[in-house]
């Protein structure tokens, strides 16, 4: 059912070259290929032709339709903070196969090839319009997005990370939810995100969640939703359970809209819907009032 | 004056007067200035006249007026940089009370209102002032933003009252209501509400718990709109008028009666013949009084709201 939401659009789901060694990878710089590749693209929006420099430019949406392309966490950084910035963090925290599960070593192999990335998220410290921030960004394409236990760690230790150091957090999510191959494990790690989320909540730390397509399941049902401030892509779907277990639980059909962003703002579960070409500003804005001092400090 | 109220009709008919005699002058080169001054010098003395003496429900009417600043423009003279924050995370963004965080040269703050339309189809969208217990449960939850980050939170009032209607009770119009006053109550910032229009009942008052609390000269606050007064009392809401004459509704009651801290003054005639002015001088207000409640320790604040809202009301202990 959830892989449906991925199959989607599964054209862009870059495949791995296998050129690489996974081990050669975290220290490769901003890569190319977690984003749409081919000299020109389909819109899965409104069918339109577009060159992929031109794509590039509008920072994978569609100048036609608006449509949203999935892009993978780093080229999501990319686009979002000051230029030079980024400092990677735990980049060399890893999943391994707790319960034994039968091909998880297989599909992670898989996952690190198409992303060019060793779990399926990337944290670390960056500055916004000049204001030092943590900022992460999951993988859409990295198993689905979904959260094993490296991946809540990373999380996790990210929130410490900004609680400390009294850095807004920044978190772009985008998962299926909690990792079958984790099992219980999987689940906890929505406790430890959660737990690791209270530092950030004593110490006042601004913690903006980013909603982009799609987040569902065991991270919309924890820190996706705890966000001080919730802002989501224009159609992201956000939701707990798919369309399709929704539509078999009632015995009925779901309006289109079901679960997008627009439909989550009508409904009071997000802030915003701000479009990527906004997004910058939008958080840059965000982050300055959290971090401005204001008169009762002086002037 | 597209919209003029009907004691307003005399200056009206004045202005349009004195503009034709102007372009007959123009049209014809004939010198009639004599005449223009005298007519400019009376229409002067009728709009001075018609509203140093308004009647509370002539003030009912000027606060409802379309062309008044709404929520969003004070947002806008007021803060320098503003984001608007949606949803109540349970079940609707309410479109009728709207907030979000912002600057004020440099301070952050948070800010929460009552939108009305500026035209029908507006008003419709924001359902007439009158919002839903999502409207309160996001004012709740942005008030509770605003205290967690330590910034002042500011309330433009302007409703005719809370949505009165099933889907309100089913979702609990009171409740959510009543939880903005206990959390007004202690909300460890310090807080500042205008009423900036209408200020109709617990509708009002579930963003008007504050540490200061102003109103506009031509604005009205009271337990509930005069025409439902009448209604109730006696059984007829075209005495809407007589209502307001006794309920002691206006700025200059509100005042007198120890409820309000300061009248904010208005353009002749109201905030909607000159907005650009009003928002001004209401941000002027709110700089000052926010510089004023930003200088009090918070449990001195905390202390002082106590108190004055303990002493509410008028009573006498018979021996």
Redesign the interface.
């Known amino acids: 059912m959830l892989k449906d939401l991925f199959n989607r659009r599964r054209q862009y789901v870059t495949v791995g070259t296998g050129e690489e060694a996974p081990e050669a990878r975290p220290a490769r710089p901003a890569v190319e290929r977690d984003v749409p590749k081919g000299l020109v693209q389909k819109c899965d929006g409104c069918g339109a032709l577009l060159l992929a420099k031109e794509l590039q430019k509008h920072l994978y949406t569609c100048p036609e339709c608006n449509h949203h392309f999935r892009i993978g966490a780093r080229t999501r950084i990319e686009i979002t903070v000051d230029e030079g910035t980024f400092r990677e963090m735990d980049a060399r925290l890893a999943s391994t196969n707790p319960l034994g599960f039968p091909q998880y070593e297989e599909k992670l192999e898989a996952a690190m090839r198409a992303t060019g990335l060793l779990e399926g998220v990337v944290t670390g410290e960056a500055e916004l319009d000049g204001v030092p921030i943590i900022i992460g960004a999951m993988d859409p394409g990295f198993m689905m997005g979904s959260m094993g236990s490296a991946v809540g760690e990373r999380i996790a230790r990210a929130m410490e990370r900004a609680a400390e150091s009294k850095r807004p957090l920044v978190l772009f999510t985008a998962s299926g939810g909690a990792r079958m191959q984790e099992g219980i494990l999987s689940l906890m790690q929505m406790a430890k995100t959660s737990v690791a989320l209270t530092r950030m909540?004593e110490a006042?730390v601004?913690f903006i969640s980013v909603i982009t397509h799609p987040t569902t399941g065991g991270v919309s049902a924890s820190f996706a939703?705890l966000g001080?401030?919730i802002v989501a892509e224009p159609g992201a779907m956000f939701g707990f359970a798919g369309r399709r277990v929704v539509e078999q639980t009632m015995r009925q059909s779901l309006p289109d809209d079901f679960q997008t962003a627009e439909f989550n703002?009508?409904?009071?579960?997000?802030?915003?819907v701000v479009h990527r070409k906004q997004m910058r500003q939008?958080l840059g804005?965000?982050v300055?009032?959290?971090t401005?001092?204001?008169?009762?400090h002086g002037? | 004056m597209a919209n003029e109220l009907d004691f307003e009709r005399p200056i009206a008919e004045l202005k349009a007067k004195i503009a034709e005699l102007k372009s007959f002058m123009e049209k014809n080169e004939i010198d009639l200035q004599g005449e223009v001054d005298k007519l400019e010098e009376r229409l002067k003395e009728l709009t001075e006249s018609t509203y140093a003496n308004l009647t509370p429900w002539q003030r009912v009417q000027l606060a409802r007026q379309i062309g008044r600043p709404t929520t969003f423009d004070y947002i806008r003279g007021l803060c320098d940089?503003f984001?608007?924050?949606?949803?109540?995370?349970?079940?609707?963004?309410?479109l009728t009370i709207v907030g979000g965080?912002?600057?004020i040269?440099?301070?952050?703050v948070t800010v929460i209102g009552h939108q009305k339309g500026r035209d029908t189809k507006e008003n419709i969208r924001r359902n007439f002032g009158m919002a839903n217990p999502?409207g309160y449960?996001?004012a709740l939850r942005l008030m509770k933003?605003a205290e967690?980050?330590?910034?002042p939170v500011i309330f433009f009032i302007d409703t005719p009252g809370a949505y009165a209607g099933m889907s309100a009770e089913e979702r609990g119009q009171s409740v959510a209501i009543a939880e903005n006053l206990l959390a007004m109550a202690g909300l460890r910032v310090p807080t500042l509400s205008i009423v900036t229009g209408e200020g109709g009942s617990g509708g009002a008052l579930g963003l008007g718990i504050t540490d200061r609390i102003y109103m506009l000269d031509y604005a009205w606050y009271c337990v509930i709109a005069p025409e439902s007064a009448a209604a109730i009392l006696w059984k007829d809401a075209k005495l809407g008028p007589k209502a307001a004459e006794v309920m002691r509704l206006t700025a200059k009651d509100l005042l007198d009666l120890g409820v309000i801290d300061r009248i904010i003054e208005e353009p002749m005639g109201g905030a909607q013949k000159d907005p650009e002015w009003m928002v001004r001088k209401v941000r002027e207000v709110v700089v000052e009084g926010?510089?004023e409640l930003?200088?009090v320790p918070i449990d001195e604040l905390l202390e002082a709201r106590y108190h004055k809202y303990r002493q509410m009301g008028i009573y006498v202990e018979r021996p």
Do not use: N
């Open positions: 909540v006042r601004l939703s001080d401030v703002l009508k409904h009071g579960m997000i802030d915003k939008t804005a965000l300055r009032i959290h401005a001092r204001g008169w009762a002037e | 940089e984001v608007e924050l949606h949803g109540d995370r349970h079940f609707a963004d309410d965080v912002g600057l040269a440099g301070q952050p999502e449960r996001k933003q967690k980050f330590g910034r926010l510089r930003l200088s």
